[in-house]
C-alpha cells in the first residue's frame, strides 16, 4: 500500500475536521457535525479489522483498514493537523481497537467491533490512575477474585478520553484473591477487562472539565464492587502470559508513536496557520525554518519507531525518544506562534490559543517527558546503543 496515497487520504479530513474545532471547543464535547455525518465514518472505524468494514479506499484501489503503526501514526498526524482534541473525540473503537484485536476471543471481536458499526458511541481505555498515572506495575485498580470465578473491580481511572460518556470499556486491574497478602501485584497479575456498561450505580462516571483537549472530555471512572465476568476478561481463552499487561505490551509500543504523531500534527497545524495569518519579519521566518527542521526531526524518530514495531522490533528507547522530543517540541512551536501574533494574539487566534492549551496535555498521554527520558536512559544502560 502506498503511504502517502494513505497520507493524501486521510488530509481530505484535516481542514473539514477544523471547521469545527472551535464548535467543539466552546461545546465541551465533538460537535454533532463530526460525530453522526456519514463523511467522518470512515475515520471512526479506523483499525477495526478488514473482515468487518470495506476499509479506506485508496486512488489506486488500495485499501487501508489501519493494521500497521505506519498507517496509524499517519492517520493521527493527519487528524491531529485538523484539531488534536477532535482525534481523542472520536467515536468508536479508537484507541481501544488494536488491543481488542490483538488479544480478543473472536466473540469479543465480534461483539465489540460489531456494536460500532451499527451505533454511534464511545469505547474508554482506562489505564490511567490518580496517584500511578500509566505506571501499570503500581496500579491500585484490584480485580478481587470470587469463589465463582468473577471479580469484583474497585478502583478509579482518571483522565480516561471520552470515559464519562463510553458504553465500552477496557479496564486494567491488579488481580487480587481472599488468600492474597496485601502486596502491590506485578505485571503478571495485571489482566485486562472489556464490558459493556451503560448504567450502573456500580460505576461512577464523571467528566473533568480540562482547560486544553475539551473535546475529549476526559473524565475519571470509579468502580464500587463491580461485578465482572470471566468471560469479560479480554482474551481468556489464551494464557495467562499471553494476554493482561504482558498481551498487550506490544500494542503500548504502537501506542506510543501515535502519541507523538498528536504533537506532530498540532505543530504543524500552528506553523501553518501563523503563516497564512502573519505578515512575518524576517527573524520571525527563520526562526520557523528552524522549527520545521526539528518537527522534520520528530517526525523521522516517530516514522522510525513505528517502522520497528511493524518489524516485530518492541523498542521502547525508539518510542520514547519520539515521544519525550515531541512533548518538548510541540509546546516550544505552539508558544513561539502565539507569541509572533501579539499581546491580542489569544482574542483574534482563538485557534492557535487552543492549541497551545491542547499541547500541554500531550504531555501526560502515554508517560511524561521525565519517564521517557528515564526509559531511553535505561534502554542505553542495558543495550548500550
Not at 464492587?225 to 481463552?237: C, F, H, V
Not at 509500543?253 to 500552528?270: D, E, L, N, V
Not at 525518544?321 to 505552539?334: G, P
Request: proline share 3%; charged share 25%.
Amino acid at each position: 500500500m502506498s503511504l502517502e496515497l494513505f497520507r493524501n487520504k486521510i488530509q481530505q479530513f484535516s481542514y473539514p475536521i477544523r471547521e469545527l474545532a472551535l464548535e467543539s471547543e466552546r461545546l465541551y464535547r465533538p460537535a454533532d457535525e463530526y460525530v453522526y455525518n456519514p463523511y467522518f465514518k470512515p475515520l471512526q472505524l479506523f483499525k477495526t479489522p478488514k473482515r468487518y468494514w470495506d476499509g479506506i479506499k485508496l486512488e489506486n484501489g488500495d485499501v487501508s483498514y489501519g493494521e500497521t503503526a505506519l498507517e496509524t501514526v499517519i492517520f493521527v498526524e493527519e487528524i491531529a493537523f485538523g484539531d488534536p482534541s477532535l482525534y481523542l473525540a472520536l467515536p468508536g473503537p479508537n484507541l481501544s481497537a488494536a488491543l481488542v484485536a490483538s488479544l480478543g476471543t473472536r466473540d469479543q471481536q465480534d461483539t465489540f467491533f460489531g456494536h460500532f458499526l451499527n451505533e454511534v458511541s464511545w469505547s474508554a481505555f482506562s489505564l490511567t490512575e490518580p496517584n500511578a498515572g500509566s505506571d501499570a506495575v503500581n496500579l491500585k485498580t484490584t480485580a478481587l477474585k470470587q469463589s465463582n470465578g468473577s471479580f469484583k473491580l474497585t478502583g478509579t481511572k482518571k483522565y480516561i478520553a471520552n470515559g464519562a460518556f463510553s458504553d465500552w470499556f477496557i479496564v486494567f486491574a491488579s488481580i487480587k484473591s481472599h488468600d492474597e497478602s496485601e502486596k502491590n501485584a506485578n505485571s503478571l497479575f495485571i489482566e485486562t477487562f472489556l464490558f459493556h456498561e451503560k448504567d450502573s450505580h456500580k460505576i461512577l462516571k464523571t467528566y473533568d472539565k480540562t482547560l486544553g483537549q475539551r473535546a475529549a472530555r476526559l473524565g475519571k471512572i470509579e468502580f464500587n464492587d463491580y461485578l465482572a465476568t470471566p468471560e469479560s476478561i479480554l482474551g481468556y481463552d489464551k494464557r495467562p502470559l499471553k494476554r493482561g499487561f504482558r498481551g498487550a505490551l506490544s500494542t503500548f509500543y504502537h501506542m506510543r508513536p501515535a502519541t507523538a504523531a498528536i504533537a506532530i500534527g498540532t505543530s504543524r497545524a500552528a506553523i501553518e496557520y501563523v503563516e497564512a495569518h502573519q505578515s512575518l519579519t524576517l527573524s520571525e521566518e527563520i526562526q520557523l525554518a528552524k522549527l520545521k527542521w526539528k518537527l522534520d526531526r520528530g517526525r523521522l524518530l516517530t516514522l522510525n519507531a513505528a517502522k520497528q514495531c511493524d518489524q516485530g522490533v518492541y523498542s521502547s528507547k525508539s518510542s520514547s525518544l519520539a515521544k519525550q522530543y515531541m512533548n518538548k517540541l510541540v509546546l516550544e512551536i505552539t508558544r513561539y506562534c502565539l507569541k509572533i501574533t501579539g499581546y491580542d494574539g489569544m482574542q483574534q487566534h482563538p485557534l492557535l490559543e487552543k492549541w497551545m492549551r491542547d499541547a500541554h496535555m500531550i504531555e501526560f498521554m502515554e508517560g511524561s517527558t521525565n519517564i521517557h527520558k528515564l526509559e531511553v536512559g535505561r534502554q542505553l544502560i542495558i543495550n548500550g546503543v
